[in-house]
């Protein structure tokens, strides 16, 4: 079975993290992980190398969301004449891709829980 730490692991690809924001990462993991678990389709691998990559897209975009609810992430520095700044909309929009991206990668892993299909 794929670990939190596995998935931590993989997030610390994704972003870098000292040992306290690992700390603090790290039930962001463990959510995530138990998230993808859940939506496994009945044959598939909880081994599979695609649910720790998934659950760790999903936890870089829930790391996002909370460092810009924080204020912790910096937009912008200025040193002399150079200022250089990030919008939180392109963070999030980048984290949300990430996020996406991972997911779809293990698509054929998990059940489709987005489909509703009401009547004729």
């Known amino acids: 079975m794929i670990s939190r730490q596995t998935v931590l692991n993989h997030l610390r690809q994704l972003v870098t993290l000292d040992s306290k924001g690992a700390a603090n990462a790290l039930p962001l993991c463990e959510i995530s992980l138990n998230e993808v678990i859940s939506r496994l ?15 760790a897209g999903l936890a870089f975009y829930r790391f996002a969301l909370r ?30 891709r990430v996020r996406d991206e991972s997911l779809a990668q293990a698509a054929n892993l998990l059940a489709d829980t987005d489909f509703l299909f009401r009547q004729v």
Do not use: C, M, Y
Request: proline share 4%; aromatic share 4%; charged share 25%.
């Open 41 to 55: 389709r009945t044959p598939a691998d909880a081994n599979d190398l695609r649910v720790a990559k998934a659950a």
């Open 67 to 96: 460092q810009l609810a924080d204020g912790n992430g910096a937009t912008s520095f200025k040193a002399g004449d150079v200022t250089v700044s990030r919008s939180p909309a392109a963070t999030l929009e980048f984290a949300e």
